[in-house]
């Protein structure tokens, strides 16, 4: 057996590694006849598990394996301290095609897979070699290649294709290889579904002229800078295809000259997220700078309002100025609903939830809206088990009667106004820029057929301020508020639009399981004369100034302070005269809201009207939840204070 004597050797610790169960089977075989000890090891991975308690004098290791191959396991057997001085012996069905330098990998020596009779003759005599510091044959000679067949080199190539194609076709990212002229020569399962082409349709196709203009020139600029290194589209301008936004990258092909390897990637969702936090941010953004005007415009429009009430009831009715005063009173009631609207966009509105039915409101609004309205056809198709809506009912006929509006601006000469309501779900508001809370939902559909908008006018139509009106004919405040209005019931709104074919509004709102309670509104009161103690805490010195003297003018004992600090020293020293607090909500220093909590201290029975150029909800209704009496909201008239003060001190 070409000098070999199993008399002349002494017993050897082996490992085979190879992913053949029948090659493990030959090879333990042949190896514990001769009295040497086998372990076996199904591919790299595995073979360095056993190397963790086993130290083998031989290793005997398969060039082709899954989950670490032999050309990837020898350099790491040979950094391993315990096992690096090991034999290392590479067995290759492929050995004769390439240029195998076992040498360079770490091995000592190789051995092609042929008949197994004359392989074992090699795998012996390299047994009797090792240790020897030496090499089976001469240093870089592969033994046994006169005896591998074709047929073993195939079966080998397969194994690493049918390996490849695995990882290929499991990956998330879509594969595709080009040739030098950007035709598609290979097409991972994941990139034929993001094309949307089937794989023979695919194959031999052109890939930059899969896109449109101008993604196709970006694409093919790509493929020609592939010198320059990888290319990658940028995180802010993804290509479009099949409605999808992908990110591309392009990696050059070392080994294949020209050739490239396209990854892709479907960011649609990631995209439509950014886009969703960048509209919240935007809107958040706007809404804090809205209410923050109308607070400060609402401050300004008291000082006015108040010093008209003086003078209203300083001079007769008959008096040549009572007529100019209430014109400006009715002024100042037009600004004040202009900062309603701005409230409402910010989200600070003032608000009374409670069951209402959507239908009713639809149809009674709509009625009112088509008597002015003579030019415009309204067509209602309301859903007849429609489900009640929670809401504030003057807040849901402010957004009706601004859509209504916004519809007969856009038609200018007359056309169809449409109403549609249904009840829904959020599995079916798919496609939106919003994740919608799971639910039950009432859909509303206001359908105009004007002359519509185009793409950039809809990207705007909720900013407040902006209009496309000509100058004195909009302030821009109408879906601005329709907007903050709806976001403050839960709901979302939509629009579509084209240029000249009409646009669509469409409304979600959380559906309610309340039953609808119809009340009666409150007539209002006349202005009451009074003798109690107020403490008046306001930071606008006008405000304060003529508020006190519209409460004087009831009869009032009036108190005043100018900052947080200032209320809370004058209410300590004339705390059991005062019996009610009028307490500004926004002040420097110390806010309405601290304030409150230290009266409370002060005197845990306190009675507190609160006012604000703000209105009820937000930060006052947080107040209002801490036990805070009620609220005034600004700009208010001498009725309206006169109203608000009484409610307060005779609550029981």
Known sequence: MDGYSKGKISMKKVLVVDNHPVMLKLMTRLLEKEGHRVLTAIDGLSALDVLETYIPDVIFIDLIMPNISGEKLCPIIRRMPRVKDAHLVILSGIAAEGELDFIELGADACIAKGPFKTMSKHVLASLSKSGLNSTAGLPGEILGLETINSKNIAREL???KRHLETILESMSEGILELVPEGRIVYANPIAISLIGKSEERLLSSNFARLFS?????????????????????????????????????????????????????????????????LHAQKMKAIGTLAGGIAHDFNNLLAGIQ??????????????????????????????SELTAQLLGYARKGRYDFKPIDLNQLLKETSDTFGRTKKEITIHRQLAEDLWPIEADQGQIEQVLLNLYINAWQAMTDGGDLFLRTMNTTNEKMKGKLYDPIPGNYILLNVIDTGEGMDKKTQDRIFDPFFTTKEMGRGTGLGLASVYGIIKSHNGYIDSDSEKGRGTVFTIYFPASEKEVIKEEKKQSEEIIEASETVLLVDDEGEIVDVSAELLNFMGYNVLSARNGKEAIEVYEKNKDDINIVILDMIMPGMSGGEVYDRMKMIDPHVKVLLSSGYSKDGQAAEILKRGCNGFLQKPFGIKHLSQGIREVLEAV
Request: net charge positive; hydrophobic share 35%.
């Open 158 to 160: 397969l194994s690493i």
């Open 213 to 277: 203009e101008p993604d196709q020139q970006r694409i093919q600029g790509m493929l020609d800078a592939i010198g320059n290194g990888p290319q990658t589209t940028p995180n802010n301008a993804p290509v479009i295809l099949n409605g999808k936004q992908l990110s591309l990258t392009v990696v050059p092909v070392q080994y294949a000259g020209t050739k490239r390897i396209i990854i892709l990637n479907d960011v649609t969702e990631q995209k439509r997220m950014e886009a969703q936090l």
């Open 306 to 335: 108040g010093n008209v009430s003086l003078l209203l009831l300083k001079l007769d009715n008959a008096d040549t100025y009572s007529e100019r005063l209430r014109r400006i009173e009715k002024q100042v009631q037009s600004g």
